[in-house]
Structures are given as structure tokens and as C-alpha cells.
């Protein structure tokens, strides 16, 4: 898209080189021709902003596993502490069911504190079910967080376009050519990654240090998309 007046862009071969510009058709836009080999660069300079280098990834994934050892146990009370939850309203049920059946209380009574624990029995179920859905989706999307930056410089790499051109869509959105630039709007996490200086380290990292590494593990709180 032009990111002067928000047409789309087309592409043209002249002389043997095929350039981009801004189709005009809102009409004047001073938005002029980029080579395609300058908008190539561009690209995969976008692309290498978001790529971790071999020995982050290693360490980032140990610190996952880290994490996801020391979550277990207190998922596992979460979930039988719903279950439990679950289980005494069902016996509350039953006892009230009986107290009816010997006419301890009245219809009305009865259908009132059933509609209340019935009412408590989904809410714990609805809560169980979305846990057990979710769970702790957030280490597997920071998994394959990592593992996706660290192709990141390989994508640049290659030629193959279909690859950037998913890769470009993956990370960002809004992308814009605007003074012969390529602008892209980073998605989270990757905005994160493509502003800190850790982005910028092609040499093998200081682990000792372990820098701000640690913040890149809250995922759960950068939802991607």
C-alpha cells in the first residue's frame, strides 16, 4: 500500500528491471518508483529484525521448559480443586433432591437453591473446560515464537518470495512504501522482539548475563495477533 495516499502498489519491468510505485488512482501522489532489488533488501533487512540468533533460541526453550516444569503442580491443584468444587455441588444436589423427595421443603424452595447450584456447577465446568482447553497454551505459542525468529534469517536468506511474503504477514501488518521505505507495523510479540537490542546480535550472545531474556517469556502477556 502507498503510504501516502493509500492506493494499492503495482509493479512494472522496465530495461530489464522491474520496479513498484503507487498506482495514483485517487490521483496525484509524489510516491515515486522503488527498484525491485532495493524493496528485496528492504524486505529481508524487515525480516532480519525479528531473528534470534541459534544460541538464544537454545536458551530461551531451556527457560520454557524450566517454566512449564515449575507450572505443573499448581495446575494440577487448580484442576482437582475444580473438580472438587464440581463434585460438591453434585452431592448438594442430591441431598436437596432427597430432602424434596421426603417433602423437608417445598417445591418452590427446592427449584430455587436447585437453580443455584445448578447455575454453580456450570460455572465451575465452564472454567474446567476452558482451562483444559487453554491450559497453558501461552509456552506452546512461546515455543513456536522461537522457533519462527530463529528461521528468520534463513527466510532472508533464500528467494523465495511466497516464504517472505508469509513471513511479512506473520510478523506485521499495514505494510507501506512510502520515500522509496518500507514500512511494516510489528505484531506482538515480534514488536518486541524487533526493538530490543538482542535483535541486533548476529554474533553468538553473552548467556552468563542473560540480558532481559526473561521478559520474552511473557508471551501470555503479548498475544500475537
Known amino acids: 500500500m502507498c503510504g501516502e495516499c493509500g492506493c494499492g502498489i503495482t509493479s512494472e519491468v522496465q530495461k530489464g528491471h522491474t520496479y513498484y510505485r503507487c498506482t495514483k488512482k485517487k490521483g496525484v501522489c509524489a510516491q515515486k518508483y522503488i527498484r525491485e532489488e532495493f524493496l528485496a533488501e528492504q524486505v529481508n533487512d524487515t525480516i532480519k529484525k525479528v531473528s534470534l540468533p541459534s544460541e538464544w533460541k537454545e536458551f530461551m526453550l531451556a527457560e520454557l521448559e524450566k517454566e512449564q516444569a515449575s507450572s505443573f503442580h499448581s495446575d494440577e491443584l487448580f ?117 530490543t537490542p538482542v535483535a541486533s546480535l548476529c554474533d553468538a550472545p553473552n548467556l552468563g548475563e542473560k540480558t532481559n531474556s526473561e521478559n520474552w517469556l511473557g508471551y501470555r502477556d503479548s498475544n500475537p495477533d
Open 79 to 195: 484442576v482437582q480443586n475444580l473438580k472438587n468444587q464440581i463434585k460438591s455441588v453434585e452431592e448438594t444436589l442430591d441431598r436437596l433432591l432427597d430432602a424434596h423427595l421426603d417433602s423437608t421443603i417445598t417445591s418452590e424452595e427446592y427449584i430455587a437453591k436447585k437453580q443455584k447450584l445448578l447455575n454453580q456447577k456450570i460455572n465451575f465446568s465452564e472454567k474446567l473446560k476452558d482451562f483444559e482447553r487453554k491450559g497453558n497454551r501461552w509456552l506452546e505459542l512461546s515455543r513456536q515464537f522461537i522457533l519462527d525468529s530463529n528461521q528468520a534469517i534463513i527466510i532472508a536468506s533464500e528467494e523465495n518470495l511466497e516464504a517472505k511474503r508469509d513471513f511479512l504477514k506473520k510478523i506485521g501488518s499495514n505494510p507501506r512504501l512510502a520515500s522509496r521505505s518500507l514500512f511494516l507495523d510489528f505484531k506482538n510479540p515480534w514488536r518486541i522482539l524487533a526493538e
